[in-house]
């Protein structure tokens, strides 16, 4: 079966059994809310790049004009309906974008859909074409260097394509188009094997805990790359 296709038909598939999001959705999404007021463009046009069932784009569309793009039909009919100010469109990225002017955006926001790409560099060479002069990328993304430390690695994400990318990986990737802003790690305690099994334990977690300790840990986890997924604010070059 083609690829494409057999995303759109598992997508279709998913997004039919999506309920409310969950705690990891929202530390994504407070993440990305960090980035987009750093940024400070007023009103900025907002590209969400794999929106879903386009509760991110909802958001995004409280803070400027926002358009929705993801290849699952059936996401974009339920986010249509639900998040009627944000304009949805379905269809595949790397086809879409070539019917959109260059410079159309000021941010493009892309929430954990680059590791189901095939093609990583022109996902972000599209997102490149489509910003305007010093337009900013957001992107999150899992972090390889937790997720290959995850026991249930396999079973966590079961999606046709999965090619997580390491810290390193994401920031040459990145740099080719966009002079990076910030990069790092959200979300810390995953990882179950290795060093992780260590890190992550709970009797070294509750005895931080016990001595008020367990959030300045947690905060030297992140400051050495090791949350779960990563978070890139970028400026197009």
């Known amino acids: 079966m083609n690829t494409v296709l057999e995303q759109a038909n598992y997508y279709d598939q998913r997004w039919s059994m999506e309920g409310f999001a969950n705690g990891l ?23 969400d790049m794999g929106c879903g069932t386009g509760w991110l784009a909802g958001i995004l569309g409280q803070f400027g004009p926002t358009t929705g793009v ?11 309906t639900k998040f009627p100010w944000v304009k949805f469109c379905s269809g595949d990225i790397f086809e879409w ?7 159309s955006f000021n941010v493009v926001v892309s929430q954990e ?3 189901h790409v095939e093609d990583q560099a022109g996902y972000l060479d599209i997102a490149a074409r489509l910003l305007g002069d010093e337009g900013y990328l957001i992107l999150t993304t899992p972090n390889d260097t937790v997720v290959r430390r995850m026991r249930n690695a396999r079973t966590w994400s079961n999606q046709p394509v999965e090619n997580t990318l390491s810290i390193g990986q994401l920031r040459s990737l990145v740099s080719r188009n966009f002079e990076i802003i910030q990069i790092g790690t959200i979300v810390p ?3 179950d094997l290795g060093a992780c099994r260590l890190l992550n334990s709970n009797k070294l977690l509750g005895l931080l805990d016990s ?9 030297l ?16 070059r």
């Not at 974008?97 to 410079?103: E, F, H, K, L, V």
Request: charged share 25%; net charge positive.
């Open 70 to 80: 993801d290849l699952s039909d059936f996401a974009v009919k339920v986010a249509s």
């Open 113 to 115: 859909v680059i590791e």
């Open 25 to 47: 959705q929202a530390a994504r999404c407070a993440a990305v809310l960090r980035a987009l007021h750093h940024i400070e463009i007023k009103q900025p046009r907002i590209l």
């Open 97 to 103: 974008s070539r019917t959109q002017s260059a410079g």
């Open 221 to 236: 986890l992140l400051r050495c790359s090791m949350g779960l997924h990563t978070v890139v604010l970028a400026r197009k």
């Open 211 to 219: 001595i008020k300790l367990k959030r300045v840990y947690f905060k």
């Open 189 to 191: 305690g995953f990882g």
